[in-house]
């Protein structure tokens, strides 16, 4: 696997701040392919780096697309993630050269959904015919018994 970096130099941060616009490839993110979500274009980034009285203060934004099954209706869904931060490094010890790659991708996937959600008003399936009920009407009886769930034993507990 590919060993990605974001440099940042003391000496020059004592000088002036750093700007760097990038992107990585989706693999920066070390997500399993086949997974429940996968990432589908490069993570695009930007960030600002300044000295501060007490250590450096990075702020900066970062996107990427990524695809997965609606948590609802199990529709095809690609969605893009954004996502702002502010790391404080106040720890820099005695190296001149500090590698925020990990920081950096640690907030990009801290803004990843819980669920894919292909819309907000999305009615999911119906739990007795597993219609999708965003795009037919199920014809399941209301009063008709319901198909079994795994989670019924916890109803006897």
């Known amino acids: 696997m590919k060993k990605y970096q974001i440099k940042l130099f ?3 941060l004592e000088k002036e701040n750093i700007v760097i616009d990038d992107s990585f490839d989706a693999d920066f993110l070390e997500i399993d392919e086949g997974g429940i979500i996968s990432v589908i274009s490069p993570v695009k980034f930007h960030l600002e780096a300044h000295l501060h ?3 450096i203060v990075i702020r900066g934004n970062a996107s990427v697309k990524i695809a997965g099954e609606c948590g609802r209706c199990l529709e095809n869904v690609e969605e893009t993630v954004e996502t702002e931060y502010t790391i404080f490094l106040d720890e820099l010890g005695n190296s001149d050269e500090i590698d925020i790659a990990e920081e950096i991708r640690e907030e990009v ?3 990843f959904p819980i669920n894919i959600i292909c819309s ?8 007795n ?5 965003n795009k037919n009407t199920c014809r399941c ?3 008709a018994p319901k198909a079994p ?5 916890l109803d006897n507990l």
């Open 120 to 127: 907000d008003d999305c009615k999911g399936l119906c739990p």
């Open 109 to 111: 996937l801290l803004a």
């Open 129 to 133: 015919c597993r219609t999708n009920l």
């Open 53 to 55: 009285a007490s250590g």
């Open 10 to 12: 003391v000496s020059r």
């Open 149 to 153: 769930s795994p989670w019924d034993a």
């Open 141 to 143: 009886d209301e009063n």
